[in-house]
């Protein structure tokens, strides 16, 4: 099973993806999450990243291309991959288009994960996280137990650098302008399916199901 989500910032890409992933006993690859891993251990990689990230900007397309490559390379991904994150730019998109085409292999699925701009705004702003075990809190849908603390492992949360509202604004534009005409991209070729994303969390692995079965 090979799925390409595509969808604003903020708009649940990442829960659609692990959920998938469950589902189909694939790898999820989140680019998002593998460069704030490199940007913590100060790789090379990372302190480029870094400010890029900072700011709300894509990180260059050659530097998430190979890093993209090299995981989609180890054995895991052999069988099937979600890609959650990837590609953000059509120069992405011709990168996983070649290597698709080398491996001789397909997308099943490409979804579009939607939702409104105040939507994102409300769920970014409001969003914390546990830097310990990676859970994700919302301070009024989703708050901790204790105000401040992870319920799991009880490490202070925090907020993502990059989710405040004035980078959460650029990473919106930075979406429409380079990521959304993806959406045109594979609605061509018939690839494109939709789901909102906002619908309760309990409802969402049926809904993927019916959707990615064709159903939707
Ligand atoms: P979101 O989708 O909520 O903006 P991510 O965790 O996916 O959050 O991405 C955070 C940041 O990481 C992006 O703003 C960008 O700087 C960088 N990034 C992630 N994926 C890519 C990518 N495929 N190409 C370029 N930059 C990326
Ligand atoms: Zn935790």
Redesign the pocket.
Known sequence: MRVVLLG???SG??TCAKIIGGLYGVPVI????M??AAVARATPLGRT?KG??DR??????DL?NSL?AERLAEPDAANGFIL??????PK?AEALEKHLQKTGKRLDHVLHVELEDEAIIDR?SKRRSCPRCGAIYHLENKPPRTNGMCDTCATALVQRD?DRPEVIRR?LE??REKTRPLLSFYERRGEIKTIRGDLPLDELPAALRRVLNGRG
């Open positions: 604003p910032p903020g890409k990442g989140t680019t998002g999450d460069l704030r990243a890029y990230m709300g900007e894509l990180v260059p397309d998430v993209v959650d994150g990837y590609p953000r730019s992405q970014l990059d990473r930075v979406y």
